[in-house]
């Protein structure tokens, strides 16, 4: 079933028209990825899910219930977090204050401590550093700890902004297959990349931005093979 | 959420408040020693030695005072980058809600029979309820909706704020008959403790004393500034306040409600702030609607000398005004033979010492390089 649909959203800043109508839709165990180059209104389209702004036309659904115009954290409690553009790590909490307040709004202390053991399961290199301050974290440490922190809050959808940006390549091929098992362990997730080829490789469907709106759609192995994604998107001259 | 979270900025505290007031007694005492010579008719080092431990306690009372308001204005700017300029009136109606329990509980005759610590804790808990209303009010009424607007028009709102609540509260102590400069009635606190007999050159003692409403002062002090500090360092609450602080759209993609904790801040720091007036109208005698601005003043420098946004740092830079305060108060005159009146000279120091920090530690002195917000 559809877990979070967007109908003809359209997002301002100021006079700016962002986002002009975008539609796409989630099904629950999926990862569907958002390509487009900078400044295409990907994170935007993140920011109006999840609260930061709000959409002046359009409706943002999760599991056919209306999200928009609820507060940030109102939508947390209904199961959508982010790992933030530029990881945005709370930079003088360590790193398990970091990953609690993923879980803010949670009361289980037992689940919490569960899924704090799942977090360093997946990501070894954040229990070393438990008690560091984020702000001393490497760029890699960082996004592990977005994604984890993100996870903390038990989310039906994750939301993930750019997490290859900055990171080198053998680090950014960590990260990916990580995202991958996060998904088969039964999280749905939005994925929002620059680098095209890497997240349309591992996305069940993908929908490609061009400013603010969305021009084609189709499954990751598809739009791989398209020569439009190709030419623009891959740095591949079409043939 | 460790021990060592809450402990460790109590430490450092500690080490200043020890530091700073060893540091001033050994400048004082090596200035009082190289012109012992100027005098004849008194012995400098003596006489300098004689008041140094009420000097201490003086400066300690002082400290604790600008250091519990100071972490109103610490606390707020932390969350919002805003100067709350009515800081200093919320502290002088805490002041005024003490002074009218005691006034009440006094016209009913039954405030002598209230032992004087009950009597102080019953005062300091309405005084931290009113205060910390009163906060979150007006950050409700006169912040929150300008929190979008340029910089300076909350900081005019605060300013506006802090004349409305001067001249209503001198409209209200008027109407009720608390009067202008109203008494601030406590149970009797008995003679002061003796401590010491300090014998002196010619053969007469001078007892060293200690008023029990300063103890009490520099008590509750040390025990409210425990009890933040673990509320911001070991709850989550706290982690909340220091998340949003540190990045508030990020704080509410985790499920914070942002201005849920920046009500919250408010409420803390007002509260600390009434708690601070109860204490000094207890040890005054009796208050004023103007008694709120200059130690509001005194106390946003100390908070800006401990590093703006640095709780464990308005601590530190109150009591290190604090002790400040109370030498030169006491000893320039002493020093100086009578040139100087020390007690009028201690404001230009305490605002003298603002300058010289921010021209060479513009972030104070346990304020951090923060990176810029993106």
Redesign the interface.
């Given at each position: 079933m559809t877990l979070l649909e967007l109908k003809d959203v359209h997002t301002y800043y100021g006079n700016i028209h962002a986002l002009k109508g975008i539609s796409l839709a989630v099904e629950k165990g999926e990862i569907v990825t958002l390509i487009g180059s900078n400044g295409a209104g990907k994170s935007t389209t993140l920011r109006t899910i999840s609260g930061l702004l709000t959409p002046r036309h359009g409706e943002i659904l999760l599991e056919g219930q209306r999200i928009d115009h609820l507060p940030a954290h109102e939508i947390v409690a209904r199961g959508v977090l982010q790992a933030p553009e530029g990881r945005r790590i709370f930079p003088r909490l360590t790193v398990r204050e970091n990953l609690e307040m993923g879980a803010y709004q949670r009361r289980d202390a037992d689940g919490i401590q569960r899924d704090m053991e799942r977090v360093f399961t997946l990501f070894p290199r954040l229990r070393e550093r438990i008690n560091q301050r984020g702000g001393t974290l490497s760029g890699g440490e960082q996004q592990m700890l977005a994604i984890g922190r993100a996870l903390m809050g038990r989310p039906r959808v994750l939301l993930l902004d750019e997490p290859s940006m900055g990171l080198a390549p053998v680090l950014v091929e960590q990260i990916f297959n990580i995202i991958r098992e996060i998904n088969q362990q039964g999280t749905t997730i939005l994925l929002v990349e620059q680098n095209a080829r890497m997240a349309l490789s591992i996305a069940h469907r993908g929908y490609v931005l061009e400013t603010g709106r969305i021009t084609l759609s189709g499954e990751g192995k598809s739009l791989l093979d398209n020569p439009k994604v190709k030419a623009a998107y891959l740095g591949e001259v079409g043939h | 959420?460790?021990l060592a979270g809450v402990f460790g900025p109590l430490g450092q505290v500690f080490v200043f408040v020890v530091g700073s007031a060893i540091v001033l007694s050994v400048i004082t005492v090596l200035v009082a020693f190289l012109l012992r010579g100027t005098r004849t008719n008194v012995d400098l080092v003596q006489a300098t030695l004689t008041i140094l431990p009420q000097v201490i306690v003086d400066g300690l009372v002082r400290g604790f005072l600008f250091a519990t308001i100071a972490l109103g204005y610490t606390m707020v700017y932390g969350v919002l980058e805003f100067i709350n300029f009515a800081h200093g009136e919320i502290f002088m109606v805490g002041a005024f809600s003490g002074a009218a329990l005691g006034t009440v509980l006094a016209a009913s005759g039954i405030l002598n029979s209230i032992p004087p610590l009950l009597f102080v804790l019953i005062a300091v808990i309405v005084g931290m309820v009113v205060s910390g209303t009163l906060a979150m009010t007006i950050e409700r009424v006169a912040y929150r909706p300008l929190r979008n607007a340029p910089r300076l028009v909350p900081l005019i709102s605060a300013i506006g704020v802090s004349l409305l609540l001067q001249d209503g509260m001198r409209l209200i102590a008027n109407v009720t008959g608390l009067g202008f400069n109203a008494r601030f009635p406590t149970p009797n606190f008995g003679p002061p403790l003796q401590l010491a007999q300090i014998p002196t050159a010619d053969g007469r003692t001078i007892p060293l004393i200690l008023d029990v409403r300063a103890l009490i002062f520099i008590a509750a002090a040390t025990l409210m500034l425990i009890g933040l500090n673990y509320l911001v360092n070991a709850t989550?609450m706290g982690?909340?306040i220091?998340?949003v602080a540190?990045?508030r759209?990020?704080?509410?993609?985790?499920?914070?409600?942002?201005n849920q904790i920046i009500a919250l801040t408010f409420l803390i720091g007002g509260a600390l702030g009434g708690a601070a007036g109860v204490l000094f109208g207890v040890r005054v005698g009796t208050v004023n609607p103007y008694i709120g601005f200059l130690p509001g003043l005194k106390a946003f420098t100390a908070a800006v000398l401990g590093g703006i946004g640095n709780i464990p740092g308005a601590m530190v830079g109150g009591i290190v005004l604090g002790f400040l305060e109370a030498f030169v108060a006491s000893y320039l005159s002493l020093l100086t033979g009578g040139a100087f009146s020390g007690a009028s000279y201690a404001d230009i120091v305490a605002f003298a010492i603002l300058i010289l920090i921010l021209i060479f530690r513009p972030s104070g002195l346990l304020g951090e390089a923060v990176?810029q917000k993106?």
């Open positions: - | 959420m460790t989550k982690t909340a220091r998340a540190q990045d759209p990020t704080a509410s993609l985790m499920g914070i409600n942002v990176a993106v």
